[in-house]
């Protein structure tokens, strides 16, 4: 069966609005990957799977995470040039791989993050900025996919998870570093037993 054959119509379409040939077919492994081991954990044909929006935390309209209606298995699936990571467990989940960002286009981003991540960055040496920042900023969104809000509101400047080797504690999540080739950084991060929603 080709990869194409368990996406659904809007995946095969996303599919193709890809322009670079090497980001389409990124596109189209993961998302079949997603499919063909959410059918495996589930023991649930991969072509058959229908995701759902949970609700926003923020807004309560349906473009929160990505879920399997009635699954108890939560994911995540990240993807970037040449490579993907997912992510699955039985609590909410997030996250994150990008490829390192020029040093200019760091400065210009960094204002988005918490004040004690900019002055983190800021004591760096230039040449330390990208790796430190691909850090912070996979660490951050992986954190804010799990919660279901991406990107939106307040939350990349509120929410401190660290430029460092290690990342700072986020109340309600384990957060970790994950191995990547180098010139990638990426993270997990995975709601704590107890925790709210």
Do not use: N
């Not at 995946?11 to 059918?39: C, K, M, N, Q």
């Not at 660490?139 to 400047?157: F, H, I, Q, S």
Request: proline residues 9%; negative net charge.
């Amino acid at each position: 069966m080709r990869d194409t054959e368990v996406l659904d119509a809007a995946e095969r379409r996303r599919a193709a609005t890809f322009v670079r040939p090497v980001d389409r077919d990124v596109y189209i492994a993961s998302h079949s990957a997603l499919r063909r081991l959410l059918g495996a954990y589930l023991d649930r044909d991969p072509a058959a799977l229908r995701f759902v929006r949970e609700p926003c935390p923020c807004c309560d309209a349906p473009h929160g995470r990505p879920a399997l209606a009635g699954a108890p298995l939560h994911f995540s699936l990240s993807h970037t040039r040449g490579l993907a990571l997912l992510g699955f467990a039985r609590t909410p989940i997030g996250v994150d791989i990008e490829t390192l960002t020029a040093p200019e286009v760091v400065d210009e981003v960094a204002s988005v993050l918490h004040p004690q991540e900019r002055a983190e960055l800021a004591a760096l040496p230039p040449a330390g900025r990208a790796a430190a920042f691909a850090r912070c900023w996979t660490r951050k969104e992986a954190c804010l996919k799990g919660m279901g809000t991406g990107l939106a509101g307040d939350l990349m400047t509120t929410t401190l998870v660290g430029t460092g080797p290690d990342p700072a504690p986020v109340e309600g999540w384990e957060t970790v570093d994950v191995p990547v080739p180098e010139g990638y950084a990426a993270a997990c991060a995975v709601r704590t037993a107890g925790s709210p929603s």
